[in-house]
């Protein structure tokens, strides 16, 4: 017998296109029913299903050495089908970074691409290269400071609202928000951030047998695109 004609293949679910490159997606969907029970306790039937949404997440590396703070989609854009309500780019060292966005639509009323939609600040498009490395968003490496990761978010808060038997009718999005954490060796607790504000800073201890891990989490408000 010849195989079967199962695709081992990524999918481009949000059709990024371009140098973004997908490694693997996952596609979850979710319905509600109301149970109707008989005065003996059991159940006697379930209604018609509705609220249906289904949710992706995909993995994409980045195919240039430049360009992924650009090419990257706005937060509340709908892309193929599928509004995107966040996106992350995680960074190592001696790896290209990794990005996860993040989407969902309905099967009644679907999303059009006509909601609020939030844009990566232009410093961080600029940062966001697509290269080899972890990057610095907090813009504090140096000779004695060295960045191991970090990890930067683009997301918003997405309103949906049910309506007539509970399927869905309409959505909006707000308070779009970029955060970021950077991982460091070399960095003290004396430091500023310019333009953000600082949410968290960890110290991992002080080692005699391995270099100290500082942390530092940060986030500023993005204002909605005209």
Not at 105 to 115: F, G, K, M
Not at 116 to 131: H, R, W
Request: with cysteine; net charge negative; charged share 15%.
């Amino acid at each position: 017998m010849a195989d079967k004609g199962v695709s081992l293949e990524a999918t481009d679910v949000f059709s990024l296109g371009g140098f973004f490159i997908a490694q693997n997606s996952d596609t979850s969907g979710a319905q509600e029913y109301d149970p109707l029970i008989k005065a003996d306790g059991d159940f006697n039937d379930f209604s018609d299903v509705f609220n249906n949404i289904t949710t992706v997440t995909v993995n994409y590396k980045f195919g240039a050495a430049t360009g992924l703070g650009a090419a990257m989609p706005e937060a509340g854009a709908v892309s193929n089908g599928y509004l995107i309500t966040e996106w992350t780019v995680n960074s190592v060292q001696n790896s290209r970074p990794s990005i996860d966005v993040t989407g969902h639509n309905h099967a009644v009323n679907a999303h059009i691409d006509d909601r609020n939609t939030y844009a990566a600040s232009a410093a961080i498009k600029t940062l966001l290269t697509g290269a080899l490395g972890a990057y610095d968003f907090a813009g504090l490496s140096g000779d004695e400071v060295c960045v191991l990761s970090s990890t930067y978010t683009l997301s918003l808060n997405h309103i949906d609202l049910e309506c007539d038997q509970g399927d869905h009718w309409v959505g909006q999005n707000i308070q779009g928000i970029e955060r970021c954490v950077v991982n460091f060796t070399g960095l003290n607790e004396t430091f500023t951030i310019a333009d953000w504000t600082v949410t968290g800073y960890q110290a991992a201890g002080d080692s005699n047998q391995e270099f100290d891990v500082s942390s530092i989490s940060f986030e500023r408000l993005v204002t909605r695109t005209p």
